[in-house]
């Protein structure tokens, strides 16, 4: 079993939707959390940090974590076409090396 | 201001071939990363560098090797390609931040290879 689960889709919404994607972790040595979105045939880029429990929002998005079930969470909302996109969570501890990824999912906005 | 380029974009390999693949940044960042990503697999670390001439072994290192000779570059080298090795694989470069480990990564464009 991989220590970060995230479900990989694909998931297709319509534009306007709100969108909510997932992980979870199993170990709980994580202390930070992270989104990153990587478009076709490039490189991810980071979208959200998170380091404690509870919610941070930046624009559209919104990252939530929740330390106690070992859940996060990230909300697109008014979901756009240009968010089309893998997504990919990443969880973190005090170990340089010790960065996992989750598998990450493929969304689709639709005009 | 390139960040994270990678050299080669694309390789094909016959399985046994070696190969060395070049990741340079101009960010002035400490740490550097190896990934590979395979479907549905996500992204796994292969080998990492918190600074100039030391590395370390990440989730999969087996069958690869890597040095740091220099801050700005870092060398994933490939002895003896395997079809299994078949793969993108990902440079990325970072910064410390506060005393947590792997803060913000940025990430180069990719290098797709195929062994054959």
């Known amino acids: 079993q991989k220590e970060v689960e995230q479900d990989p889709g694909p998931l297709s919404v319509p534009e306007g939707a709100i969108v909510s994607l997932n992980c979870t972790y199993s170990?709980?040595?994580?202390?930070?959390f992270m989104w990153y979105r990587q478009y076709s045939r490039k490189g991810p880029e980071l979208l959200m940090y998170?380091?404690?429990?509870g919610n941070k929002e930046d624009g559209r998005f919104t990252a939530q974590v929740d330390k106690s079930s070992k859940y996060i969470s990230l909300f697109i909302r008014d979901s756009q076409p240009s968010d089309s996109a893998t997504y990919l969570c990443?969880?973190?501890?005090?170990?340089?090396?010790?960065?996992?990824f989750g598998q990450g999912t493929i969304l689709t906005v639709h005009p | 201001n390139a960040g994270v380029t990678q050299t080669p974009k694309f390789r094909v390999l016959k399985t046994g071939q070696s190969m060395t693949l070049l990741c340079a940044q101009d960010?002035?960042?400490?740490?550097m990363y190896w990934y590979r990503q395979d479907p549905g697999m996500g992204l796994r670390l292969i080998h990492y560098?918190?600074?100039?001439?030391?590395?370390a072994k990440g989730e999969v290192p087996d069958g690869y090797n890597v040095s740091r000779l220099k801050k700005q570059n870092f060398l994933l080298g490939l002895e003896s390609a395997a079809p299994s090795q078949t793969s993108v694989y990902f440079c990325?470069?970072?910064?410390?931040?506060?005393?947590?480990?792997?803060?913000?990564?940025?990430f180069g464009p990719g290098t797709r290879l195929t062994v054959l």
């Open positions: 990443m969880a973190g501890g005090t170990s340089y090396g010790k960065l996992t």
């Open positions: 560098s918190v600074g100039e001439g030391t590395t």
């Open positions: 990325a470069s970072g910064r410390p931040s506060g005393g947590a480990a792997g803060d913000t990564q940025y």
């Open positions: 960010m002035n960042h400490e740490y």
């Open positions: 170990n709980s040595a994580f202390q930070y």
């Open positions: 998170t380091y404690s429990s």
